[in-house]
């Protein structure tokens, strides 16, 4: 794959319990800087930073998480514990002959990379995350609840919040998961959408779900909308469709479906979760789900991060697509701040 002038190569890192698909820029030699996607992307949705950070001269690598492209599709929704998905990239980090990387992770990405600090410091130069801040009890909607802006989502008609969609997945997996394949093309189209200030102060899409008995009422398929081109290529499209119609939403969906294993796993770590690495949060600030800029949300990331460094980025959910010169520059001017000592000399 040759994006922008730059070289990017397709690898696999095969195991007894799991194939990785990754892909890989820069020099071998270098130190790696692993960027870990959400739901429902892919190794693809992280092309500027591959091409960026390796001509910083790091070794920048991006993996198809498990469940989606090219990477194992597990059958049960137990395989998708973010238990299972760290293990995952501790194997990739040895198959790379490196002790420590650079973490980058985005929506589910950033609980990976938050939870290799938690059990795995050893392993981690620093963590940066996107979108989702770090919550020391655990990813679940049982820890996000009492963080909710109540101003925006009254607890007698939201009592979970914008987390209403979790709800629905655990208690209508397969109504959304059949709403999600119904039309992958549309979904696509539907989902990648820039951000606008505009829905400041209004109940984000993902609370409605529970309410409205589908994702996309009433005939629970996406929407055909036009291509967003500000996040989207039409080869980009192309390769979201491709995969998704391949591997279906049953994987990208089960991350959902593990909230009490995912708490359980973070009740296994000593110092309350404290975590004393540096760390990067990257606000969006049109990102209404995950709404971190003036709300709690981000509050106990504050109180549990010892060298946390925090920047905004006027976008939406999508902002390494969205604002990918944004993104690069705060994740770049952390590294040089904090981490000066891995730049190549």
Known sequence: MKIE????????????????????????????????????????SWRQQLVAFAGLGLRAIAPDMRGYGRSTIHPRHEDYALEEVVTDMIELLDSLGAQKAIWVGHDFGAPVVWLIAQHHVDRCHGVAAMSVPYIPDGLSYRTFIPLIDRNVYPESTFPAGQWEYMLFYEENFEKARAGFEADIGATVRALFRAGAPGGMG??????????????????????????DDTILTLEEE????????????????????????????SARVKDDGR????????????DYVCATVDTRLADPMREACDDLTEAVVKSGHWMA??????????????????LPDLWPG
Request: proline residues 9%; charged residues 15%; without cysteine.
């Open 202 to 227: 209004q109940p984000a899409i993902t609370a409605f779900p529970r309410r409205n008995g589908s994702w996309f009422p009433p005939d629970n398929k996406a929407p055909d909308m036009p291509r």
């Open 238 to 265: 192309n390769r979201y469709v491709a995969a998704l119609s391949r591997t279906g939403f049953f994987g990208p969906d089960s991350y959902y479906m593990n909230n009490d294993a995912n708490m359980a796993y």
């Open 275 to 286: 975590l004393s690495l540096p760390t990067l949060f990257v606000h969006a600030a049109y």
């Open 5 to 44: 002038n730059s070289f990017i190569f397709e690898r696999v890192n095969k195991t007894a319990r799991h194939t990785t698909f990754y892909l890989e820029a820069g020099s071998v030699s270098a130190t790696p800087i692993i960027f870990v996607h959400g739901w429902p992307e892919l190794s693809v």
């Open 321 to 338: 697509q969205e604002k990918p010169s944004e993104v690069n520059a705060a994740i770049a001017k952390w590294l040089a701040a904090r």
